[in-house]
């Protein structure tokens, strides 16, 4: 028989993988942990029936992932065999029949300090599922719980690991280099098995279509994370006020009156910004000093930088039948009445603005 080699992925981590038992047992010392059980309501509720804190073992075995692990292999008297072995504050009944925390049950727990946030993760679960995230961070430390964080349903190749101690989650966030990789193994098939040209093509172009399939990891700690991004919900919250406080800019204080560079522009969308109107004006070699106009609005006025000419702006624009953000955009000059109009309510806008910090700075000192 003709032997046909396929590529098959797979994991290649540097600890050994965990065996059915003590992914059993992980799994039930997570339920009991200080990292669920303070936030667990059901499994509080469980807790609280009993006067002495015992769960019955077979309803454990009805939770969705233990029924995973299990399956038909295992019954309550072989699970509760693989807990009496557990080094965590778990105590199994006589009859084998019960299980419950030793310790009492903290009110609040701050996990934060042993926990790494992990991007750059696959997307692709049966490539990096719970198991396999499990074995591959285990190499750090004892790890007490991994949330892979999910966009409409599906990974997106980010996660939480939370650690037992703050020293492992610590080897993790100061690795030199994290590397889960996704390796290519040869596999034997007989001819008869050999999948068809169409299934093979689906099978390349999701392949090449999964960004995530595995590689250098970026890890750091959750409490610096958590900084990151509320230092980038800060920029860009000023970046927003900084769209409505242009006038207050030095480079968009009004010059004298200045002819030929004030074009107006209606039939912008309403979601056009400041930026895309620069964007489309820089396209075309002019740049803008000002832009008159708020996040909403359709129309407004485009201050050209001095030397420049609004004339030949809208020229170039209008021939261009240029666009905003793929709308239709009407550009026009500022002339005459119309032009010495802009310039009085400019100079009346800074003239208020002044005495604004005037008065402000005047109860400051008081």
């Not at 009991?32 to 073992?57: A, C």
């Not at 992990?118 to 007490?144: C, I, M, S, W």
């Not at 030929?260 to 979601?271: I, T």
């Amino acid at each position: 028989h003709q032997t046909l080699f396929s590529l098959s992925l797979s994991l290649i981590s540097m600890t050994t993988k965990a065996t059915p038992e003590q992914r059993i047992l992980s799994q039930v010392e997570f339920y009991f942990s200080d990292s669920n059980l303070p936030r667990d309501n059901f499994l509080r509720t469980l807790v609280g029936k009993n006067e002495q804190g015992w769960v019955p073992i077979a309803t454990l075995m009805t939770f969705k992932r233990m029924q995973q692990l299990c399956g038909d292999k295992h019954d309550a008297a072989s699970v509760a065999a693989i807990l009496r072995k557990s080094s965590e504050p778990l105590e199994v009944n006589e009859e084998g029949t019960e299980v419950r925390r030793t310790t009492p049950i903290p009110d609040k727990v701050d996990a934060k300090p042993r926990t790494v946030v992990v991007r750059g993760l696959p997307t692709d679960e049966d490539v990096a599922g719970l198991d396999e995230l499990h074995d591959f961070f285990n190499q750090y430390g004892k790890v007490r719980a991994v949330r892979v964080r999910r966009e409409n349903g599906k990974p997106n190749g980010q996660a939480f690991v939370e650690f037992a101690t703050e020293e492992d989650a610590q080897k993790l966030a100061t690795a030199e280099e994290v590397v889960f990789k996704v390796a290519a193994a040869a596999a034997g098939a007989e001819s008869d098995e050999k999948k068809t040209e169409e299934e093979e093509a689906k099978k390349d172009e999701a392949d090449s279509n999964n960004e995530n399939s595995g590689g250098k990891l970026q890890a750091q700690m959750l409490a610096d994370f958590y900084s990151e991004q509320k230092e980038k919900r800060k920029q860009q919250k000023k970046r927003k006020q900084g769209e409505g406080d242009d006038a207050k800019k030095e480079e968009e204080k009004p010059r004298e009156t200045e002819k030929d560079v004030v074009l107006f522009f209606e039939g912008a969308s309403d979601q056009t910004s400041r930026e895309d109107l620069k964007e489309t004006l820089k396209k075309y070699d002019f740049e803008v000093a000002y832009a008159d106009f708020s996040r909403g609005d359709t129309s407004g006025f485009l201050r050209l930088k001095s030397g420049q000419s609004a004339t030949k702006a809208v020229a170039a624009l209008t021939e261009a039948k240029a666009k905003v953000k793929d709308s239709e955009v009407v550009w026009k000059v500022l002339e005459g009445e119309q032009e010495e109009a802009y310039w009085g309510v400019i100079r009346e806008r800074m003239a208020a603005s002044k005495a604004q910090r005037g008065r402000n700075k005047r109860r400051r000192r008081n």
